[in-house]
């Protein structure tokens, strides 16, 4: 018997177009979440492999929705800025990116009444950044849980790049330009938002984050866990300023 609804934070990305299959097996209806933080470019992009879903699988399972997160973005970024220099890494960036759509998907699930939620995280493929590491994948769904919604990754994590691709594939999406990955460099341009700063990124994701210069400014998992704690309670803030919150009891 499936579940009823989930939520996926959505980039249209390989992992994340994978996470969206397997979850129709178990879900009525996945919806598909991107977020826009004010640095992307063409967040519609995610449409294209949202259109082959619906297509495949029926055009109700599936609500795809564009969530403007640059409010508590430009907060958390805020708050964290005065700690960059304690951290020394340019993924401060990233980190409140990161927890931007967290806090943007808990405001939805809760909103929509959604108990579950999931995201293409895979550190098999991609833990070279903390974003991606199980320990700080476990505060991501801590967090989660802390207001009633349950992560679910009741799915299969390959191992390989190319194994996400070829089931893609064989599913009839289009995995992009296949002679980039020989550069390190994602082949999803034309599926996903490029946020203006991925070539940071980039850095500490391609083999090029194994020189001492860039290692130098890497940010380790420990790291961000702890900057993730200094900045929560803005995150929590943003969530209850924008669920509605029940009236007291005996209030009239």
Request: aromatic content about 12%.
């Amino acid at each position: 018997m499936k579940e009823k609804e989930i939520a996926l934070l959505y980039s249209g990305g390989l992992d994340t177009t994978y996470s969206a299959i397997c979850l129709e097996k178990s879900f009525e209806k996945i919806h598909l979440l991107t977020f826009d933080n004010g640095f992307c470019l063409n967040p519609l992009a995610s449409e294209k492999h949202v259109r082959i879903l619906k297509a495949k699988y029926g055009k109700t399972r599936f609500v795809h929705t564009i969530i403007d997160i640059k409010g508590i973005f430009k907060r958390l970024k805020e708050d964290i800025r005065q700690k960059r220099s304690a951290c020394g890494s340019p993924l401060f960036f990233d980190l409140c990116c990161r927890f931007s759509m967290e806090s943007g998907a808990v405001v939805y699930c809760l909103k929509n009444h959604i108990r579950y939620i999931s995201d293409g995280a895979n550190p098999e493929t991609q833990g070279q950044m903390f974003i991606q590491q199980r320990r700080y994948i476990e505060e991501t769904d801590r967090f989660f849980r802390h207001y009633g919604i349950k992560p679910w990754r009741n799915y299969e994590i390959l191992k390989r790049r190319g194994d996400t691709s070829n089931v893609l594939r064989e599913a009839g999406f289009d995995t992009g330009i296949r002679w980039l990955k020989y550069l390190g460099i994602t082949t999803q341009f034309f599926t996903q938002p490029f946020c203006m700063r991925a070539p940071v990124a980039f850095l500490f994701t391609s083999d090029l984050r194994k020189l001492p210069i860039v290692k130098r400014f890497g940010l380790s998992e420990d790291t961000a866990i702890r900057l993730r704690s200094s900045i929560e309670e803005s995150a929590h803030s943003f969530i209850r300023e924008n669920v509605p919150q029940p009236e007291e009891s005996g209030k009239r």
